[in-house]
């Protein structure tokens, strides 16, 4: 994905599926087009392969199975959600690489999908589907490895058509064929809520991709951090939305992959018996290879209408060094808001951005609708002002322009 | 996986609407004035179909050839505390509220928000944010374009909407980006421009 024109956001894929890219910098307004050389999506090499090192499915229930997948695999060839960005695909398949073997891992495609929440899969073709609501989650290369490395054991011990042959076992021909779009890329959790089945093969995916990550030289702790911080902010949500949280709940979007209390305690003693190498996150690692992709994450984390959530994550990837960048994300959440209170935060946030060496133009658009409801005017004007002058081309240029006062 | 699936089958307005297998629909006659979700009244050039399924109490869709080719959604007087399009999923996914105090530049944030948790998507943006009236009022309109999880069908969308005493009046039109939009974007703004609140 070349002639990205480096912005401040540095977020490039937006429908990059159909060789469309835009930045989006945080707001929708500061949008800008520019082209780039259409990426061709990977081949397929599961059913039908020659090469004698490829896996291939042995019976007529596995063969039918990955047939099913395949088919599903090539939506993806054409889906706008699909991130072709070569420096992110390029990074998550080399952590991977480190967990599975290297002749499997090299038949593995990866689809990173911009879905903002947290869940990822794999099908028993190979394919592996990421979605970037885990990747603003996970806050080192050892927890996305513990992530990858789960999914990578379900793959490696063919849980799903373990599962499928179990489906088949104990329910009728006429319901199990219902069930085969879920049995494989999405919704494995659609039958864990029925199959107890499931929850073993979860125990067994959680203990083998624990073992993944110790050979491969990661902190194993990192694994149990994960669930932990996902409930924490399964917790936030519900706090602010004053609804019960969902951390132990066994349906709905997290029903894949349940972040039960539980799992944290087996996690944490697995980890206890197979440390692997201990302060090995990759914590700097990941945080350069994420940093292009930061602004857009966020700004999708942001605009889902849940505070609670998106505050717990702000201060998670801030810890105890709020950047510009995160500052004008917080300060965007408070302006969106616009609670009692909201304001004059949202307000503040955006001056120690700007204080803090931010040059996002947008700071000075959002600092300026900010103060024009808390009525300084005046200092409104100023703001809409330097805003047009640092972005003369913005998209809303012609709504602030009345806003300044001018025409 | 459902609601993907039938979200990518319509626009954006289209694919809200409740019980999609009792539409029923009434010709909006072209050439005299019509009201619209109780508040709006414009003067279509051609005849149009209104849906009996309401997304919201105070939203309304017309169609030409049904919602997920070409929808026109009309929203009269929401106020503070609503959402714009039914909050199907209030414990899990709740819609962005009305709020009050906002100003012409937050509508085009608070149709994206509500758009994006709607359709549970992330493929959203919007451009061209601009002043214009509507029905004499200051307005703002802006475009947008989107795709839902799971196709590859881009759709693009075309707004205006203003305040009047705190309260959106908002049309908002939207059709797949593959001939429909191009044909009748024109139609539709040009309702826009004949609206009176």
Redesign the interface.
Known sequence: MKGGGRRPCGSRF??A??GFL?C?AGT??A?AQVSAAPVVAPVPASTGSDDPTVYQPVDKDERGLWLMMDEDER?FR????VIRDPALNAYVREVLCKLASPGRCAHIRIYI????HFNASMAPNGVMQVW?GLLLRTRNEAQLAAVLGHEYSHFENKHTLQLWREVRRKTNAASWINLI??AGL??LGLLTSIFDFSREQEREADEGGLTHMAAAGYDTHEAAVVWENLRAEMDATAVV?R?KS?KDRDR??FETHPPSAERVATLTELARKTPGVPGATGADRYRAALAPMWASFVD?QL???DFGGSEFLLKALAGANWTPQLLYARAELYR?R??AGDLPQARDFYTAAISGGGDLPELWRGRG?TL??LGAAEQARADFTEYLRRAPNA??K???T??TGGS | ?NRFTLASALALAGSLLSAPAEAKYTVVTHGGPALAAGGITVNPAEDWNRDSRKPIKKGEVWTLDGPSLNALYFVSGLAAGETLYRDADK??????KM?G??????I??FF??SA??ALN???????????VKLGGHDA?RFSY?Y?V????L?RNGVAQGTLIKGQLYLIDFAAPSLFYYERDAPKAEAIMASARL
């Open positions: 937006l429908f599926g159909l835009a989006m929708p307004q949008m939506k054409t889906d706008p959600a999908t911009r879905t903002p970037s779009p879920y999405v919704s939305r609804t969902r709905g979007l999708d605009k889902l209408n969106r616009a609670q609708l024009q409801k998209p809303d012609a709504m602030i009345i806003l | 996986m414990k899990n996914r709740p819609l962005p709020n105090s906002m100003l012409l530049t937050d085009p944030e994206e928000s994006r948790v998507t992330s493929l959203f943006e919007v451009s061209n944010v601009a002043p703002v374009r795709a999880q799971g196709s590859s881009i």
